[in-house]
């Protein structure tokens, strides 16, 4: 599975975003899916995971009530709507493919894509 994002950019604090991450190949359907981040000098943490058939999902503390994960498996895209945003959520944000969805760690991650970043100004 090929993974790609985009959607980041600059919004001040308090503003909104979302993230998209396209996906190649006709298995997106059969995985766990899931966004990743990591801040400057921080290293990579995991931010929100959803199961391949969208029925569990999973969260960062830090997110809870703010961030929302969903995917189409008929568009083979997964998405990662951001509200509220802080300074605090300023990183580039990978989106991957985990074995598991609750708070999974990156060693567990099978793909990665390449990141978008996302900057929040305050």
């Known amino acids: 599975v090929q993974l790609q994002a985009f959607g980041g950019g600059l919004v001040q604090a308090g503003g909104s975003l979302r993230l998209s991450c396209a996906a190649s190949?006709?298995?997106?359907?059969?995985?766990?899916m899931g966004w990743f981040r990591q801040a400057p000098g921080k290293e990579r943490e995991f931010v929100a995971a959803?199961?391949?058939?969208?029925?569990?999902?999973g969260y960062t503390d830090s997110v809870k009530g703010r961030f929302t994960i969903s995917r189409d498996n008929a568009k083979n895209t997964l998405y990662l709507q951001m509200n509220t945003l802080k300074p605090g959520d300023t990183a580039v944000y990978y989106c991957?493919?985990?074995?598991?969805?609750?708070?999974?760690?990156?060693?567990?991650?099978?793909?990665w894509g390449q990141g978008t970043l996302v900057t929040v100004s305050s």
């Open positions: 991957a493919a985990p074995r598991t969805v609750k708070s999974p760690s990156s060693d567990s991650v099978r793909y």
């Open positions: 190949g006709r298995t997106f359907s059969l995985y766990n």
């Open positions: 959803i199961s391949w058939d969208g029925g569990s999902t």
